[in-house]
C-alpha cells in the first residue's frame, strides 16, 4: 500500500542520512553529532517497525540451495545469461568513477592547500545539506521522471561532479583565502548533490530489478558488487595518483564513468518507462 511503501523510503533515508552523511559532523561537533545519528536511527527504526512484510508467491526457503542458488537460477534465467551480464556489469560500473575519485578526498584536499580545521568546517559541512537535498528531492523528483529517466539524469550530474574536482586540481595548491574556500564549497556541494541523487535512482533500480521472491539474495548480490570498486579498486588509488598526478587522475575518473553510462542504452533506456517505475 502507499502508506507502507512511504514508510519504507522513510526508514532507507533515515537510516541513510544517519550512516552517511552525518559522521561528516564528528569533526566539529561531537555531542550533538551522536545525538542527531541516534534521533535518525529511531526514525529508522520506526518506520521499519511500520512496514509489512511484502506477499510473495514463494514461501521461506527451506533449504541451502532454497536460499542461495535459487535466487541466482531465477535472475540469470529471467534475464538470460548475456542481458544478465549486463546488468551486473552496470551495477559495477555505475558510481566507479565516482567512487575512486573521492577515495583519497581528505589526501587532496590537504595537498590543495587547506588546512584540516578548513576541511572540517568548509568541506564537510559543504556537503552535508546538498547530501540530504540530494537524497530527499532525488527520489521525489525520481517519482515523476522514473527510474529509468533518473538514472540518466541523476547520474549526469554525477559525472559532472568528478570534474569539479579536477577543477581544483587544475588551480592547483595555494595558500587558501576566501575565494579558494568558496571553490572548495563548491566542489564538495556538487559531489555531495551527485551522490545524494544518483545514490538514491541506483538503489531503486537495484529494488526494481530484484524478484520478490529472493529479494535479500539478489539485492545482497546487487550490493556487493556495487560496494566492490570502493573495497578493491579504490586501493589503487594512492599509486594511480602517484603516477599521473591530481589532476589526471580525476581525468582518469571521468572516463571510468563512462562506460556505466554508456550501459544505460541497454539496461535502462530513456524511452522505456517500465511498470513501477514511476
Known sequence: SFPTRRSSDLSVVSFDFATSVLPGWHTTIFPPYFVAGAVFSGFGL????????PVT????????????????????????VRSALVVLAFIFLYK??????????????????????????????????????GGLLGGLWMVKLGINRALWVFGVVQWVAIYGFAWLAWLGPAESDSARLGVLAVVIGLEALGVGLGTTAFVAYMARTTHPAYTATQLALFTSLMAMPRTFINASAGW??????????????????VPGMLLLFRVAPWHERPEGSA
Not at 521461506?60 to 535472475?75: I, N, S
Open 96 to 133: 566507479l568513477g565516482d567512487s575512486l575519485c573521492t577515495a583519497l578526498a581528505t589526501p587532496f584536499y590537504l595537498d590543495m592547500g587547506f588546512s584540516k580545521t578548513e576541511i572540517g568546517l568548509i568541506a564537510k559541512n559543504a556537503g552535508l545539506w546538498p547530501s540530504v537535498i
Open 57 to 80: 508467491a514463494a514461501g521461506a526457503p527451506r533449504t541451502l540451495r532454497d536460499a542461495v542458488v535459487e535466487p541466482f537460477r531465477e535472475f540469470f534465467g529471467r534475464h538470460g
Open 46 to 53: 520506526v518506520m521499519t517497525l511500520m512496514v509489512s512484510e
Open 240 to 257: 594511480l595518483v602517484e603516477a599521473m598526478g591530481w589532476y589526471n587522475f580525476f581525468l582518469l575518473c571521468g572516463v571510468l564513468a
